[in-house]
């Protein structure tokens, strides 16, 4: 029996990280999970929208909330920002009646929605070390992601209650899927810094010095690859890598792709793009 979940794929998978999108529902399927959309949920907010208005996005997570809630389903996410916000706002919310009672009190009035609490935040990696299990992964692994893999968690899912039973200081959770895949984890300092997402329209210059700081520490250790647990940092730290270089003077030349992406390849869905990362690790260069 599949593993059923109400499905937020997160922030900019369906634009700047559409690969995500596309990568998901085909690891799931090999994985027994069953994707439920939360048709017309919202952004999370991704520490953004908070900063003008944390109220608003309260009600827009409660929202989500609520509708995981009608199905009867909690929620899965491959998106370390949406599952760190999520989970943030999901605990501010049952801690505090007064507050709920306030949110709820807006979504009835906006859209004849309430939310009693009842659903939880899941990210799919601790879905699948927690729920799912290694070893069925190691089943349906076919194509060995044989090359030192840098995992990047980013700060958002390493908080209490967010990231399973993974240790919130030192998680290796990442690191266990990436040697079941048959990679070489790399050992290194900036797997859960920040690269600075939310600041990146009015902040960039630190932004960029931010990014460039993890794709050179990456470099420096070794890493052949980066294989990212969150849609935002993924989109920064590859789009952004040359202007970053260019801004610090930092090697920062370097594939990274989205967890999504790394067990699709591994699973074979995308045997030809798995191909093309290949011909890109062995020429990528300075």
């Known amino acids: 029996m ?3 979940y109400a499905y937020h794929p997160g922030n900019v998978a369906h634009s700047s990280a559409i690969e995500v999108a596309e990568t998901m529902p085909p690891v799931a399927r090999s994985l027994g999970i069953e994707l439920i959309p939360l048709k017309g949920a919202t952004s999370c907010g991704a520490g953004i929208i908070r900063q003008a208005s944390r109220r608003l996005q309260l009600t827009l997570n409660a929202r989500t909330f609520a509708m995981a809630e009608a199905l009867g389903l909690e929620i899965i996410t491959p998106c370390a920002a949406t599952a760190g916000n999520l989970n943030e706002d999901l605990t501010m919310l049952k801690d505090d009646p007064n507050l709920l009672a306030e949110i709820n009190e807006v979504l009835q009035r906006t859209c004849s929605m309430t939310f009693s609490g009842e659903t939880g935040v899941h990210h799919l990696l601790h879905v699948i070390v927690d729920e799912i299990g290694l070893e069925k992964l190691e089943a349906v692994a076919k194509n060995p992601i044989d090359f ?10 390493q908080q209490a209650g967010a990231c399973g039973d993974d240790d919130v200081y030192d998680p290796d959770y990442l690191e266990q899927v990436i040697a079941v895949l048959g990679g070489s984890p790399v050992d290194w300092e900036s797997r859960t810094q920040s690269v600075g997402v939310p600041g990146l329209f009015s902040e960039e210059p630190t932004v960029l010095r931010q990014t460039a700081a993890v794709l050179s520490e990456a470099k420096s250790e070794g890493a052949d690859l980066i294989v990212s647990a969150c849609n935002l940092s993924h989109s920064v730290l590859d789009i952004y890598q040359g202007k970053a270089s260019r801004t610090t003077g930092l090697a920062t030349n370097i594939p ?3 967890l999504t992406e790394m067990l699709s390849y591994s699973m074979g869905h995308h045997n030809t793009r798995l191909a093309q990362l290949r011909t890109r690790i062995a020429i990528i260069g300075d």
């Open 2 to 4: 599949a593993v059923k």
């Open 148 to 157: 030192n893999v840098a995992g990047f968690y980013g700060p958002n899912i």
């Open 256 to 258: 990274v792709i989205h």
